[in-house]
């Protein structure tokens, strides 16, 4: 779905008044790149509403597809959602501007303890505020994990996964995990007790132990088939994004079929990752585009969008307004305690990145 122009078309003629109509003609622009099915249903209209400038709105579906239009051209637009994994790469490349927060009153309302985080990919917090955040952890089948490792099942322990006598029984209803080296390997790493985001090609040699010992009972890597298959029971544990569990979860409860999957965020400590909305270098409509990014600070316009989408913003402000449901549910917002033992995770040179990309290819092999 790369790619997929979706020109803010939710018809201003059915959406908004005549006479507003008329004005958006001549209206001021805002260029804007976002994940694929990641907005409210009428964050851009009420946008216009609200400030009479009308969103150019365009989705992608990958960072690799992000990435390479930032960095290989004039990409025409002013706002772009971006992870922080990929911030140091454009930060680096001179893709992004300062954010001016003189002229961006809603910066008051971010959370601090994110923003401490989030400087870890942007130090000093200068070119990105954060969007919708969440962890990657385990998802799975109540029922089959119980059935097959008794109620005592370490569910909220990377035990669960990466104990081979555990992942053992549960690969006979089946385990998957991302296909995504830059995000098990920190997970395999940290959960030996090594930095997640080592250069030390000793430290991968010893992941790659764990990973080919596991290997056997591992169905499939994949990031994306896991969620219909834990939903239709499948498959009973998955290692994963947050909202794909909850999607999963959502999915099984709607179809009816019985199948009860949970969310859990390991003890031990897990990546947690930031959508952030950052401004162009090349913007060129760069008032417009501080315009959006401010609008999408304001407490009353981003809660919604946590609610439609079961993800967690970066608003302090927001999380009263979130439905209680959605606030009170641990896998969406983390406790305190568990905010403390999450890490971000950072690009690599490229040496390490090869040794990354040659230890996955052998664990998905087998050997």
């Not at 830059?182 to 997970?187: F, I, N, R």
């Not at 930031?274 to 090349?282: E, G, N, P, S």
Request: glycine share 8%; with cysteine; hydrophobic share 40%.
């Amino acid at each position: 779905m790369s790619g997929h122009r979706t020109y803010f078309n939710l018809g201003l003629g059915a959406c908004l008044s005549a006479s507003l109509s008329a004005f958006a003609a001549d209206a001021p622009t805002v260029h804007v790149y976002n994940w694929y099915d990641y907005i409210g249903p009428t964050t851009l209209h009420d946008f216009t509403r609200d400030t009479g400038i009308s969103p150019v709105y365009d989705t992608f579906d990958s960072a690799e597809v992000l990435e390479g239009k930032l960095l290989t051209s004039r990409s025409g637009y002013d706002v772009v959602v971006a992870s922080n994994f990929s911030l140091p790469t454009l930060i680096k490349a001179g893709a992004l501007q300062p954010l001016p927060r003189a002229q961006m009153p809603g910066f008051k309302n971010m959370d601090p303890d994110l923003l401490a985080k989030l400087a870890n990919n942007d130090p000093g917090n200068q070119y990105a505020v954060p969007y919708l955040w969440g962890t990657n952890g385990i998802g799975y089948n109540v029922d089959k994990v119980r059935a097959a490792l008794g109620d005592k099942a370490p569910v909220d322990s990377w035990d669960l996964v990466f104990k081979e006598e555990n992942l053992a029984k549960l690969g006979q209803c089946g385990v998957a995990m991302l296909d995504s080296p830059s995000e098990m390997l920190p997970v395999a790493l940290h959960y030996l007790g090594l930095p997640p985001n080592s250069t030390d090609p000793e430290d991968y040699k010893k992941a790659e132990a764990l990973l080919l010992k596991l290997r056997p009972h591992i169905a499939y890597f994949n990031s994306s088939k896991f969620i219909s298959d834990l939903a239709n029971g499948n498959i009973c544990v998955a290692v994963g994004w947050s909202g794909a569990m909850l999607e999963a979860k959502k999915t099984a409860e709607q179809a009816g079929n019985g199948v009860k999957i949970a969310y859990s965020l390991p003890k031990e400590g897990a990546p947690v990752w930031f959508d952030t909305l950052v401004l162009l270098k090349d913007a060129p409509n760069p008032a417009q585009g501080i315009a959006f990014i401010d609008y999408l600070m304001r407490p009353e316009v981003i809660a919604p969008v946590s609610d439609h989408l079961a993800y967690p913003n970066g608003n302090r402000t927001a999380t009263p307004l979130v439905a209680e449901a959605t606030r009170n549910n641990p896998a969406v917002y983390p406790s305190a305690e568990a905010m403390a033992t999450l890490f971000t995770l950072q690009p690599l040179p490229p040496a390490t990145e090869r040794v990354r990309t040659r230890v996955w290819s052998k664990v998905k092999n087998g050997q």
